[in-house]
């Protein structure tokens, strides 16, 4: 996993029902773009995430679904 400062990350719902949660990288902790990352989601909170397989990192330039 490679994500760059701006890069969205997405940690997906576990269960059903349950909505993915979605942050912007405000920066990235690790060599050449690799984890850990800082992430500030959607409701205002930050935190330190060395994603799980549960996470992708969505670049800008992607199409979003």
């Known amino acids: 996993?490679?994500?760059t400062e701006g890069d969205?990350?997405?940690q997906h719902g576990r269960i059903v029902g349950q909505h993915d949660k979605v942050g912007e990288i405000t920066q990235v902790l690790?060599?050449?773009g690799t984890p850990p990352?800082?992430?500030r989601f959607e409701d205002g909170?930050?935190?330190l995430?060395?994603?799980?397989?549960?996470c992708t990192v969505r670049h800008p330039?992607?199409?979003t679904h």
């Open 61 to 63: 330039s992607e199409p």
């Open 49 to 54: 995430m060395a994603p799980g397989p549960d």
């Open 45 to 47: 909170h930050e935190a």
């Open 1 to 3: 996993m490679r994500a």
């Open 37 to 39: 990352y800082r992430v």
């Open 8 to 10: 969205q990350l997405v």
């Open 30 to 32: 690790g060599e050449n």
